[in-house]
């Protein structure tokens, strides 16, 4: 390469492989995906306009019948919230300048879906309430029904663990397209990490336990969850849509590559906590230094709080 820079490639793992580097063909998509990025990037400079952070994600589709290639690309392209209609324009004629899409546009179907991101949408952050029909010493009885659910799963931790798995120093997270989790803890206790850099408060901490019935987790918002030496058991009964796809739905996204979660992480948290037969809201104004989080720490400080502040109010 004329940059003298190395890039390895593998096979995919339905193709000989074992998927630990780019297949040859994410290259091309890669290549489309980034010449898009490039023309409008120039378009924009000779225009004299400055442009945010422009996103692409390009959905790869191998045909399954007659001779192996990419059947389709599916680009979905991410602008920036600030653009006026007459630039967003401006920037998406210039896609048609992309040399790559000149040599590709006969012989792979091309989809382009554009998005332009409105920033600081309101937190959308649900409890679904649990029924107890009967509750004795011994037995819980209760409907944990979740209206329109179409597929349930469930993730048990044998003692302390994390899902999905870290990736060396740097968390990973789930995030869903296609399917709106709603997660009920049916034994022990379950905190969750929850982030979406499109809203207003990006980073919040739940201490999820059953009182607080299935917390429901929209489609965009990245998840992870952990649970102390005694373990816990979790039942998602989720709600996918028509385009769900296992394969896609359950790929970790690790921080590594993530400046905008690792961004979204460094906010001041929003705990959740269940406290006196109710949920509570809290931030403790913890600056960015501090967000590797101790949540024995803080579920402790959390819990004193709550108590001062019923002494207070009972006081006055
Ligand atoms: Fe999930």
């Known amino acids: 390469m004329h940059s003298g820079k190395t890039l390895r490639t593998d096979a995919p793992v339905d193709h000989a492989g074992k998927g630990e580097n780019f297949a040859p063909t994410d290259l091309l998509a890669t290549a489309l995906g980034t010449c898009f990025l490039t023309v409008m990037g120039i378009s924009a400079k000779d225009k004299g306009w400055k442009l945010d952070e422009i996103k692409v994600e390009i959905d ?72 107890v029909f009967r509750e004795t010493p011994q037995v819980k009885f209760f409907d944990a029904g979740v209206k329109d659910s179409n597929g349930s799963d469930v993730v048990i931790h044998h003692g302390a663990a994390i899902s999905p798995p870290n990736d060396n120093e740097f968390e990973q997270y789930y995030v869903h397209r296609h399917q709106t989790d709603h997660n009920l803890v049916l034994e022990g206790k379950r ?105 024995d720490l803080i579920f402790k400080r959390l819990k004193h709080i709550i108590q001062e502040d019923s002494q207070t109010t009972s006081k006055a």
């Open 60 to 131: 790869k589709k191998m045909t399954t019948k007659g001779l192996r290639k990419i059947e389709s690309l599916s680009l979905q392209i991410d602008m920036p919230s600030d653009l006026k209609a007459d630039q967003l324009q401006v920037l998406k004629n210039a896609m048609k300048d992309c040399p790559v899409l000149r040599n590709l546009n006969d012989s792979i179907k091309i989809k382009v879906n554009w998005n332009q991101l409105k920033k600081n949408k309101k937190t959308s952050l649900n409890f679904l309430p649990i029924k």
């Open 191 to 295: 905190t969750f990490t929850l982030l979406n850099p499109d809203w207003e408060e990006p980073h919040h901490v739940i201490y999820l336990n059953q009182e607080m019935g299935a917390l429901q987790i929209p489609p965009g918002t990245y998840h992870q969850s952990v649970s102390g030496l005694e373990g816990s058991m979790v039942l998602n009964q989720a709600l996918r849509d028509s385009d769900f796809d296992p394969s896609k739905e359950f790929i970790p996204v690790s921080l590594r590559d993530r400046g905008d979660l690792r961004k979204a992480k460094e906010a001041d948290p929003v705990f959740w906590i269940w406290d006196d037969g109710k949920i509570r809201r809290l931030k403790l104004g913890l600056v960015s230094s501090e967000h590797k989080i101790n949540h």
